[in-house]
């Protein structure tokens, strides 16, 4: 385990990426998918670092999370070999499912906003009720997020746009 990849700071889980040849087109620039593959990189880096990775949650509690919803801004490009920053901030919780704000930066400019929502599901296939061990402890003991109402964290983005 790299030792970076449990940074946090300010409320905020920071993982560095590099961008490689396989992540570009010929032209060196990112092909768009790939934004989506290094917040998902993040979100279970993130997820580790308070205390919840994806095998406890599976084996321990027979569920998974799955992304229910994906709103991505792509602002400027990313391009080869740049050192970019995955931020997911914000964590906001609902009976079910998580809301995850994501930046990708090139150090201080923000090149894509991602907000996520990932459903909890159990052993059935359909959506069931966090934990409260993970709404609570892990989002906003461990990591001292603010955890606010959903409208207001939409309300929040909508801002952002």
Sequence with gaps: MR???RLIKDG????PIRVYL???DTEGVVYYANYLRYAERARTEMLRS??????DIKCLNKL??????????????????DELVVISGQVVTEAASLWIEQ?????????AKLLVRLVCIGKTGKPV??????????????????CIS????????????
Excluded at 12 to 15: G, K, T, Y
Excluded at 103 to 111: D, F, K, L, N, W
């Design 3 to 5: 030792p970076e990849t």
């Design 12 to 15: 905020s889980h920071i993982l």
């Design 22 to 24: 396989e992540d570009s």
């Design 50 to 55: 308070v205390g919840c990775p994806h095998t």
């Design 64 to 81: 998974v999370f799955a992304v229910r919803r994906c709103e991505v801004d792509y602002l400027t490009p990313a391009r080869l070999d």
């Design 103 to 111: 930046r990708i930066q090139r150090g201080v400019e923000e090149i």
């Design 129 to 146: 009720r966090l934990p409260k061990k993970y709404c609570v402890t892990h989002f906003c003991h461990f990591w001292l997020l603010k």
């Design 150 to 161: 959903t409208r207001d964290w939409i309300e929040k983005w909508n801002k952002l746009r």
